[in-house]
Structure formats: structure tokens, C-alpha cells
């Protein structure tokens, strides 16, 4: 028996989707990318979800049997919505995958974590065979650390250790960020906390200097990951 839960059918997209026609067709071409028999992964965001809701319709109509793997709750819940089957990494290892970026470099290196999932979408991204990451054009920038600082999420005793020892890695500006519908930090999916973290530059090594420094559970540094970057056309 399933659940009739409103709360899930009311489920829906909470900001507005800038330059919907092009990421429409990113969507499009991400969801001619699904065979039958796949387990695919879903990472966040407003051309993610566009993706999630054509896969949904081609699973339809044509009768597909695809499971998904998703990164965050908001895709969880949005694939319940749209009545996709849904697969666990302890059973399913995903055969490609599709997730957003903050920004990306010439070089197709990645700050990812405003939605504060970067955990299971590292995670999803190491385990798939490929990796598909798409973005509109004002994610693409010349360095890494133009618009947005690098989230890095920690266990939450540890927040000024791992304070002091950013420090001692150069950050240049580091702030506990803040959530908006509650009262206090933001919590993780996997119940921590996040520092955002303003470094003056970003160089290759940087995302295993954070890494190794006890109490980080991940970073949304992304660098030298085997993706393909798909550009939304511009309208």
C-alpha cells in the first residue's frame, strides 16, 4: 500500500528557475541518456530537478525500468512525487549520474554545496562510471572562489579546530553559515554543520589539504574529477 501524502504532491521547486528554456533543453538531453535498467544518480538544483521530472515522463510512457539514487532529501521527496523508483548505495552503484555546480573553471574543476548535500554527491560521483554536470553560464569562471567560497562540512564538535587549521591553510575569511527557515546554522544532510570558507587562491592540492584535517567530513572542492560539463544555451 502506498502513502496519499499531500505534503509529498505539494512538493515543488522552491526559487525561481532562471532561463527555464535552456536548462529545459540540458534536461531533455540528460533524459535521452536513460536505458532501460539503469540506476542512475540525481544530485540538486533547478536544472537537476528539470532532468528528474523528464526521466519521470520517458519512465512513463515508455515503460522504462530506471531506479534513482538521489543526493539530498528535496530529490528524494521530488522522486517520490514523480513516482520513480528509488536505489541506495548499500545495493546500487550508480551507472551515471547528473548534478549541478556553483561554479566551474576552464580545467571542469567544481565548488559545489549551496544546497549543503556535497557529502553524497562527492560520494555518487566517485562510485559512478560517468558524470554529468550541468550548469547555465554564469556557473562558468575564470578561477574557482570568484562568486562563491568553498563549504566545508564538519562534524560539529570539532568547528574550532578545524577553524584554527583553515587558518593555518590560508583561508582568508571563514563564516558558520546560517540557515534561513530555522532558528541557528544550517544542518547537513548527514547532520553537520558548514564553514564557508574564502580563500585568496585555490590551488590543486587544496581540497586533500582540507580533506585531511580531522573533523572535515567532506568539502564542495571538486578538482580533477572525471565529468562532462553540459552548458544550458543561454536565451
Known sequence: MKWKS???????WTGSITNAEGKQAVASEI???????????????????????????????????????????EIMMACSKLGLPMASMLTERPDWLFDGADE???????????????FKEKLLIRASAKNFILIDQTKIVKRLGEKFPIPVEIYPASMTYV????????VTELTLRSAKGKDGPVI?????????AYFKEIHIDLEKQIKLITG???????????IEVLVAPSP
Open 216 to 226: 572535515v567530513i567532506e568539502s564542495g572542492l571538486f578538482m580533477n574529477y572525471p
Open 163 to 170: 577553524e584554527a587549521e583553515l587558518s593555518r591553510l590560508g
Open 104 to 118: 566551474v573553471d576552464p580545467d571542469h574543476n567544481l565548488i559545489k554545496g549551496r544546497g549543503g548535500a556535497m
Open 31 to 73: 533524459s535521452a541518456r536513460a536505458r532501460d535498467g539503469e540506476t542512475i544518480g540525481a544530485g540538486s538544483g533547478s536544472t537537476s530537478l528539470l532532468a528528474l521530472i523528464a526521466i519521470a515522463k520517458r519512465v512513463k510512457h515508455e515503460h522504462l525500468k530506471i531506479k534513482i539514487i538521489p543526493t539530498s532529501i
Open 6 to 12: 499531500k505534503l509529498i504532491e505539494d512538493t515543488d
Open 188 to 196: 547537513t544532510e548527514t547532520g553537520n554543520l558548514i564553514l564557508d
